[in-house]
Every structure is written in structure tokens, then in C-alpha cells.
């Protein structure tokens, strides 16, 4: 089962940093997750949230401030935004990513391919994993022919129509994640990945337990995203 770090290694680093790429990878994740937005000057930046309160006590979103703003943000725990193109030299490297897009408006697309294009030579470019939101992404990455495509699927019921638009992986979460549900996707061809915790489980979204992850190997996913990338190696053994 390979494990994929939920915004890095983040049970023990700031999510969406070098240091929690690094960590993960060095750990044993097969990839990253990074979250992708747009700064005010239209420049891809790693960032979860829609508003910057959480990680930086500020009520702005991520869309209102330029890049050199959002780059001198700090806290207490070592969080802070950094570009999109610092996460994309490790799929140029030769290592998986996964992007969650989060801002899937047409400048938004563009311009994250544009840094795709710019950052990762052709022959690594299917390493990144374009993680879609909505049919009309998955069309735009699908249309490309280039980055491998994940449909964060709003519904259960959805993933179909997103394997029929272009996406080749699922991510279900783990709350609609059964052995039935991923047999059936997996006969239409598809690699299906589950993101731990969440509504209806006793986690968070990204956390787990070994007991837990056990469970979700039972359901025959080919994959996990996870917070704690040490539990996941220990528990699933090494990615591949």
C-alpha cells in the first residue's frame, strides 16, 4: 500500500514545508501532498486553507496577499507559505507529488501547468499527480496528456463520471472506503487511494492508527494519505 504524506510529513513538521517533504520521502512515502493556490499576483503557493487564521492568526485568504507577503509569514511552530515550484523539483528529481488543488478556476489551472511545464522536464512530468476537485479540472489535465490525474471525488457516488473525464486514481475518504466500493472501482481500471480520519471516524482528517490502517489495507486500496508517515511504514511496510 503506498503511503502518501498528507501536506508532508505533518504529525511532526509544518504542513506544507520543505522539511516535511523531505522527512516523508526520507521516511518512506512513495509521495507528497502539497495544497495549491494562487497569491495575489497570480504566483502558485502551498497553502490548505482558505483564509490564513489557523496557521497565522490573520483573517486574509491566501488570494489577498502578493507572494512576498505570504512568504514572509511565520509562527511559533516553524509554519510558513512557500512557491509551488519548491515541491515540483522533487517530481523533476524523480519522486511522486501529489497537488491538491484547491483554486480550480481557469487562471488558477493555467497557471499551475504553466509551472508543471516550466519546473519539470517532460519525461518526469507524469510523477505529478494533478489532484482534481472537479470534472472540469480533470478535463483540463486530461486534455494535456502529461501529469497523472486523481479525482478527489466530492461524493462516492462521483467516481465514476471522474474516471470517465480522464482521471485514472480515486481518492475516497475513509468513511466511504469499503472492500466493495474499491473492487469496484479497481475493475474499471482505477487506482484507488484513501485519505485517513476524517467525519465519521475518531480522527482527523490525515490521522490514523496502526489498528486503523490495518482496516484500510483490508479494503485492497492502493494507497493511503497520511499524516504520520513512520506509523504508516511501520505498520504497511515500505511504499513502492
Not at 25 to 53: M, P, T
Not at 102 to 122: F, G, H, Y
Not at 135 to 160: N, R
Not at 198 to 208: H, I, K, N, Y
Amino acid at each position: 500500500m503506498k503511503i502518501i504524506a498528507h501536506r508532508g510529513y505533518s504529525a511532526s513538521y509544518p504542513e506544507n514545508t520543505p522539511e516535511g517533504w523531505a522527512a516523508a520521502y526520507a521516511n518512506g512515502a512513495f509521495a507528497i501532498e502539497a495544497d495549491v493556490r494562487l497569491s495575489r499576483d497570480g504566483v502558485c503557493i502551498c497553502a490548505h486553507d482558505s483564509d490564513l487564521n489557523r496557521l497565522f492568526g490573520r483573517p486574509e485568504r491566501p488570494e489577498d496577499l502578493s507572494l512576498h507577503e505570504l512568504l514572509a509569514l511565520r509562527n511559533d511552530t516553524g509554519g510558513r507559505i512557500v512557491a509551488l515550484v519548491e515541491v515540483l523539483q522533487h517530481a523533476a528529481e524523480g519522486r511522486a507529488v501529489l497537488l491538491d488543488i484547491k483554486d480550480e478556476t481557469p487562471p488558477a489551472l493555467e497557471a499551475i501547468w504553466q509551472n508543471i511545464r516550466n519546473a519539470v522536464p517532460a519525461a518526469q512530468r507524469p510523477l505529478v499527480i494533478a489532484g482534481c476537485h472537479t470534472l472540469e479540472a480533470v478535463q483540463f489535465f486530461y486534455t494535456k496528456g502529461e501529469t497523472g490525474i486523481l479525482g478527489f471525488i466530492p461524493a462516492a457516488e462521483q467516481a465514476e463520471a471522474f474516471l470517465a473525464a480522464g482521471a485514472s486514481r480515486i481518492r475516497f475518504w475513509e468513511r466511504d472506503a469499503s472492500a466493495e466500493c474499491v473492487g469496484r472501482l479497481q475493475g474499471l481500471g482505477a487506482e484507488v487511494w484513501i485519505t485517513s480520519g476524517g467525519t465519521g471516524t475518531p480522527f482527523r482528517g490525515g490521522e490514523t492508527s496502526a489498528e486503523n490502517l490495518a482496516r484500510l489495507r483490508a479494503t485492497g486500496a492502493e494507497g493511503v494519505l497520511v499524516d504520520d508517515v513512520s506509523l504508516a511504514k511501520s505498520t504497511l511496510g515500505a511504499s513502492s
